[in-house]
């Protein structure tokens, strides 16, 4: 399953991008595809989403090298945890109180309580950057992704009942983001970054740090 969901992503980055790529980036420059598992990214950030907490995300991602001339393909694996904002709550309760009323039924004393949600994410991602060699020895890049969110909705009152059915969904995602990354080493980066990522009515802010230590084969421009 997780093989054809990557190759699917694979193909919604590449069909988004392509179309865009020009010749005459700065890095690196050689004429075939050349994508290899080359390298590991290990990152940790924060998010800032409209319809839960602020909460903390953490991923592992992987270094495939450059698909075409400065075009980067990098995807991973993410994990945040949280819970729902008590607006969206409060919103929520109303709505299971309406629901209740219009098939007949009687709604609790003061209305439905359903306490704190916990929500949790895992999230299986495709990115695809274009990566330029700048002063100062700093790579900046930007690009647009793919992903596949695993959403996950579970509280002490609304587990095993239908209410946590509907919070538990297959969503798929999109976002841009951009960032510089600075050679420690040849092989050992630092970075920082902004990510947006968009999946139905959630959207959120991610910011993010991390270290990429590559072992496969640099290209023309990579090395410092």
């Given amino acids: 399953m997780i093989k054809n969901v990557m190759r699917d992503l694979v193909l919604t980055v590449v069909a988004v991008l392509l179309p865009t790529m020009t010749?005459?980036?700065?890095?690196?420059d050689y004429e075939d595809a050349n994508l290899s598992f080359r390298g590991v990214l290990v990152e940790a950030g924060r998010i800032f989403?409209?319809?839960?907490?602020?909460?903390?995300?953490?991923a592992l991602r992987f270094d495939l090298g450059f698909l075409t001339p400065g075009f980067r393909i990098v995807p991973g694996v993410a994990f945040w945890t949280s819970t729902m904002a008590q607006d969206e709550v409060n919103k929520f309760e109303s709505l299971l109180g309406q629901l209740n009323t219009d098939q007949g039924g009687s709604s609790p004393s003061g209305g439905f309580d359903l306490g704190s949600i916990k929500r949790d994410d895992v999230v299986l991602s495709l990115d695809g950057s274009?990566?330029?060699?700048?002063?100062?020895?700093?790579?900046f890049w930007a690009g647009v992704g793919a992903s596949v969110h695993f959403l996950n909705g579970s509280g002490p009152a609304v587990n095993g009942t239908f209410v946590e059915d509907l919070m538990d969904s297959v969503s798929p995602g999109f976002n841009v983001h951009g960032g510089l990354e600075y050679p420690i080493k040849d092989r050992f980066r630092i970075y920082g970054g902004s990510k947006i990522e968009i999946l139905g009515d959630l959207r959120y802010l991610e910011l993010r740090f991390g270290m990429n230590y590559i072992w496969g084969n640099l290209v023309q421009g990579e090395a410092r």
């Fill in 23 to 28: 010749q005459g980036q700065n890095l690196p």
């Fill in 49 to 58: 989403p409209n319809k839960i907490e602020d909460t903390d995300i953490f």
């Fill in 130 to 139: 274009y990566m330029w060699s700048i002063p100062l020895d700093f790579f």
